[in-house]
T-cell receptor
Framework: SQTIHQWPATLVQPVGSPLSLECTVE??????LYWYRQAAGRGLQLLFY??????ISSEVPQNLSASRPQDRQFILSSKKLLLSDSGFYLC?????????????FGDGTRLSIL | GENVEQHPSTLSVQEGDSAVIKCTYS??????FPWYKQELGKRPQLIID?????GEKKDQRIAVTLNKTAKHFSLHITETQPEDSAVYFC??????????FGTGTRLTVIP
């Protein structure tokens, strides 16, 4: 069966520091991968999605970036964090077929910026 | 892009009663509508989904209805139980698996 791993679970970072969140998927090949952010008490905002290695689409312009160095690895990064980057970051995967594939979420990373 | 609105933002029901959450979407090309349940501090979990070629889908106490003409879809939970308490999110997708989420409904089931 497929599993998704996301780490770290929690992270406290000072303003201006860099960020690297990692997500890996097991049990499937060529998944679609996604990064979402959820502000406290709010819905999920799609940040990035990827349909293959090195293929990244950005949904929201910001100081975050994403990379997919391997088929089942998705990384969310920032060179300098802002206070507004605080939130709950969720990675998700779906099957490789185009269209109407359920997305399954990781356990998330709770990021607090001080 | 797609815009999904969800109502109500909070909902309290007595145990055993039914709960209904409604969502509307803006893009008539949307063809996939999942519902997620998120408990406090946990990951969203898919509970049911519906595709645009059907009008209703049921899974035990949970059902979803879709009205493509009016561009709205609803989640129905019958015989609610305290463990149904959570935040529920609707979403809509236009191929390519890019989900656009509603803002969530906090459901509280009162024992």
């Amino acid at each position: 069966s497929q599993t998704i791993h996301q780490w770290p679970a929690t992270l406290v970072q000072p303003v201006g520091s860099p960020l690297s969140l990692e997500c890996t998927v097991e049990g499937t090949s060529n998944p679609n991968l996604y990064w979402y952010r959820q502000a406290a008490g709010r819905g999920l905002q799609l940040l990035f999605y990827s349909v293959g290695i090195g293929q990244i689409s950005s949904e929201v312009p910001q100081n975050l970036s994403a990379s997919r160095p391997q088929d089942r690895q998705f990384i969310l990064s920032s060179k300098k964090l802002l206070l507004s980057d605080s939130g709950f970051y969720l990675c998700a995967w779906s099957g490789p077929l185009i269209g109407n594939q359920p997305q399954h979420f990781g356990d998330g990373t709770r990021l607090s910026i001080l | 892009g797609e815009n999904v609105e969800q109502h109500p933002s909070t909902l309290s029901v007595q145990e055993g009663d039914s709960a209904v959450i409604k969502c509307t979407y803006s893009d008539s090309a949307s063809n996939y509508f999942p519902w997620y349940k998120q408990e406090l501090g946990k990951r969203p979990q898919l509970i049911i989904d519906i595709r645009s070629n059907v009008g209703e889908k049921k899974d035990q106490r949970i059902a979803v209805t879709l009205n493509k003409t009016a561009k709205h879809f609803s989640l129905h939970i019958t015989e609610t139980q305290p463990e149904d308490s959570a935040v529920y999110f609707c979403a809509a997708s236009i191929w390519a698996n890019n989900l656009f989420f509603g803002t969530g409904t906090r459901l509280t089931v009162i024992p």
